[in-house]
């Protein structure tokens, strides 16, 4: 497209200089084309044939001076008087020399590669033997045969064979390969498609780019609290926060070690990633933040990384029926005949939680709040909710529990305390979100129910059952914090049996 380009502008060039009063150029050459900012090649150097022919007779016989011969025609190289002024069929010759030049990247007459000297290749083409001695191409620039042969037409030995400047132009004007504009023109249009293509792929990345970028911050996030993984993101130190009273919740599979025993480690994976899994999913309904699974243990928190008042352990409770409840309808996968049997303890009291590590890093809880709720799940019993004295006692300020003594319980490191079981709750059991196994943390979601009226139905969706919710009624708020404390009140709704 350069080179086309180039072209058209040097024919158009000489075609007006041919038709103005100059009548020839006589000193056409590559040297005296010269493109100037916008890329157009303009044809320099012409008239004053006497002034040149002077400065011709003082340099006559130097290397320069045979060097410039090589552009001009055979005809007036063998008539001196003809070569100080040109000819039109002049000009055309020396425009199938330039030609020459863009074709094989070279001087005229390939002189630059060649072991003769200007003097040497001036004596052959001025002899009259035939063949006339003209210049070796043996490759043409892709795409522009049609120059090949224009040269061949433009060089030819008589002169009236050769075409005049407006035939030259007639033929490069139907070359569509250089378009009509010029050079400069082509560029900016290739800049500007360049540029608005430029536009819509950096668009296209840049939705790649937040979509890829949501879906890290999401999977950050089941790792970490959003809080927590935020102030990593920025570089921010993330000390550790002590809490005063949270609730702690663990779970264990009853039997697990001996049923993992009879069967594939595979299948063994794939039985806990579908109850954890399901477990996960109700996790969304609560405001509980999952700390770990440690095989088949499972360990949930409320009341941080943020607070809520003494709410905790009702959320924590709640999440404890809710499990037992959705594993009557749980069936192991390859095992469906197995009864998942689940052995869980809460305690409520003072933590220390902050990240450890910097690969992987984890949002670690400490206390000994900790190793007591661990000590309640182990001495507790399947399919039952093991819960504290403490934990009991927030229980019963929050109302609407069932909670009844165990008795004392000898506990490693505590001695002899009293524990309680937890068998019911007045609050339904929450619907969990559809296609929803991505846990959402306290800081970024808010109670299921809060604004919420709730039915009474069966599992299968018919009433007489559990409870679903249904956006229709919007329950007024009774307090400052937006919290329905309505819901922890007793003698509301019957009492669910777990």
């Known amino acids: 497209m350069f080179i086309v380009s180039l072209v058209k502008d040097l024919v158009r060039g000489m075609t007006f200089l041919?038709?103005?009063?100059?009548?020839?150029?006589?000193?056409?050459?590559?040297?005296?084309?010269?493109?100037?900012?916008?890329?157009?090649?303009?044809?320099?150097?012409?008239?004053?044939?006497?002034?040149?022919?002077?400065?011709?007779?003082?340099?006559?016989?130097?290397?320069?001076?045979?060097?410039?011969?090589?552009?001009?025609?055979?005809?007036?190289?063998?008539?001196?008087?003809?070569?100080?002024q040109g000819t039109?069929?002049?000009?055309?010759?020396?425009?199938?020399?330039?030609?020459?030049?863009?074709?094989?990247?070279?001087g005229p007459y390939n002189v630059f590669n060649s072991l003769q000297e200007p003097e040497d290749l001036i004596k052959k083409i001025t002899c009259l033997c035939p063949p006339a001695f003209r210049p070796v191409v043996s490759e043409t620039l892709p795409k522009l045969e049609v120059l090949?042969?224009?040269?061949?037409?433009?060089?030819?030995?008589?002169p009236e064979q050769r075409p005049a400047f407006h035939e030259i132009n007639n033929t490069v004007r139907r070359l569509k390969f250089g378009?009509?504009?010029?050079?400069?023109?082509?560029?900016?249009?290739?800049?500007?498609?360049?540029?608005?293509?430029?536009?819509?792929?950096?668009?296209?990345?840049?939705?790649?780019?937040?979509?890829?970028?949501?879906?890290t911050d999401e999977l950050l996030h089941q790792m970490l609290p959003p809080s927590v993984?935020?102030?990593?993101?920025?570089?921010?130190?993330?000390?550790?926060?002590?809490?005063?009273?949270?609730?702690?919740?663990?779970?264990?599979?009853?039997?697990?070690?001996?049923?993992?025993?009879?069967?594939?480690?595979?299948?063994?994976?794939?039985?806990?990633?579908?109850?954890?899994?399901?477990?996960?999913?109700?996790?969304?309904?609560?405001?509980?933040?999952?700390?770990?699974?440690?095989?088949?243990?499972?360990?949930?928190?409320?009341?941080?990384?943020?607070?809520?008042?003494?709410?905790?352990?009702?959320?924590?409770a709640d999440f404890a029926l809710h499990l037992l409840s959705s594993l009557k309808t749980y069936q192991v996968p390859d095992f469906p005949d197995y009864k998942v049997q689940l052995r869980i303890g809460l305690h409520s009291g003072p933590v220390c939680a902050g990240v450890v590590g910097n690969k992987m890093p984890r949002y670690c809880l400490f206390g000994d709040t900790v190793n007591t709720a661990s000590r309640m799940e182990s001495n507790g019993e399947a399919l039952k909710v093991h819960v504290s004295n403490e934990f009991k006692a927030i229980l019963t300020s929050l109302g609407g529990y069932n909670v009844v003594e165990r008795g004392e319980t000898l506990l490693k490191g505590k001695g002899l305390v009293r524990t309680y079981w937890l068998l019911s709750?007045?609050?339904?059991?929450?619907?969990?979100?559809?296609?929803?196994?991505?846990?959402?943390?306290?800081?970024?979601?808010?109670?299921?129910y809060k604004n919420c009226h709730w039915r009474h139905t069966t599992e299968s969706g018919n009433v007489n059952g559990g409870y679903v919710s249904t956006p229709e009624i919007k329950p007024k708020r009774k307090n400052k914090t937006g919290f329905d404390d309505r819901l922890y009140r007793t003698n509301e709704l019957p009492k669910i049996t777990s």
């Not at 008239?47 to 022919?53: K, V």
């Not at 082509?186 to 879906?215: D, F, G, H, P």
């Open 18 to 84: 041919h038709g103005s009063d100059i009548k020839f150029h006589g000193n056409l050459k590559s040297s005296n084309c010269v493109v100037d900012s916008r890329w157009v090649l303009k044809v320099a150097n012409f008239g004053l044939n006497n002034l040149r022919a002077q400065q011709t007779k003082e340099h006559k016989g130097d290397y320069k001076y045979s060097f410039d011969l090589l552009w001009q025609a055979p005809e007036l190289l063998r008539d001196q008087k003809l070569t100080a």
């Open 88 to 106: 039109q069929k002049g000009d055309v010759y020396s425009f199938a020399i330039i030609l020459q030049e863009m074709h094989t990247r070279n």
């Open 148 to 158: 090949k042969e224009l040269m061949v037409n433009c060089w030819r030995e008589d």
């Open 179 to 215: 378009k009509t504009t010029n050079i400069i023109d082509n560029m900016v249009n290739m800049l500007e498609k360049y540029a608005n293509n430029l536009e819509s792929l950096v668009e296209e990345r840049t939705t790649q780019l937040v979509e890829e970028k949501k879906k």
């Open 229 to 316: 993984a935020n102030d990593l993101k920025q570089g921010k130190p993330v000390p550790a926060e002590s809490f005063e009273e949270v609730s702690i919740f663990f779970s264990d599979i009853v039997g697990f070690t001996k049923f993992s025993a009879q069967i594939t480690p595979l299948q063994v994976v794939k039985f806990l990633n579908t109850l954890y899994t399901l477990f996960d999913e109700i996790i969304c309904a609560y405001d509980v933040y999952k700390v770990e699974t440690i095989g088949d243990a499972y360990m949930v928190v409320s009341g941080l990384p943020i607070r809520n008042g003494r709410r905790h352990a009702g959320e924590i």
């Open 425 to 448: 709750s007045v609050h339904p059991i929450r619907s969990v979100p559809v296609s929803s196994a991505d846990q959402i943390t306290p800081s970024s979601k808010c109670r299921t």
